[in-house]
């Protein structure tokens, strides 16, 4: 079974990655199931109903979630109907389904979780380690786990994947937006990589207009975040193939695929 899972889905030219360059990725790796993040889909953060559905007509089976998935409102009232996965370490009150499971019939069988960093993160969450330790002793999965991991701090992520060697199938790196080159099978068990990278504008500072982030830094001027909607726009993702009796993965390979 062939997985693509899609970094961070940012704004306007992330959505058009996804349009213009999905197919010709599910045709050349013969994708079986596509997984994406989507916590940055409408505006930069969070997602609207019309936007996830626009996702899921390109063919993404399956979402995972982020410090941002709840910025919208209407998102609330949906979520549990979606096939989202929400932060598993997340605030407890909020609704949605904290994993979710892609059944392509004949043992093909994906069940995808989301967790939050704690390292240099804002968002409200418990300890990611003990959150997924009891979910494992409780359930235990008869088919192919992947785990996004949506943290800032290298080191913990790093961290999440040889804790989860050997016992899930994959832990992929979400949030900074910026892909590393580190992809490798922990153990021969777990294929891993710190950072999938986002999908979205190339010429921003992480889907940012760059003379805001800059005149931040540089001058302390707070404007408002504004997302860049023109220029080239790149699809990060990885493609890990799993053998799906033995929940083992065979290979993972890096993509990044630019508009130009
Ligand atoms: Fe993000
Ligand atoms: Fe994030």
Redesign the pocket.
Known sequence: MNVLFIG?I?SSLGRQAISELLPQVVKEQNIDIVIA?C??TTGGRGISVKHYQELKGYGIHAFTG???IYRYKEIEEYIGNLDIAVPLNGDKNLPGNRQVTVDLGEGEKLTVISLLGNALMKAEATNPFQAIEELLQRRNFDHPVLVDF?AEATSEKKAMGYYLQGRVSAVVG??T?VQTCDEEILGNKTAYITDVG?TGSINSV??VKKEIIINRLSKGIKDKFEWEKNGNYALSAVVISIDTNKQIPKNVDRIYLTSS
């Open positions: 961070d940012v993040n916590e940055n982020g410090d941002h949506h979400t949030h937006h986002m992480v889907g």
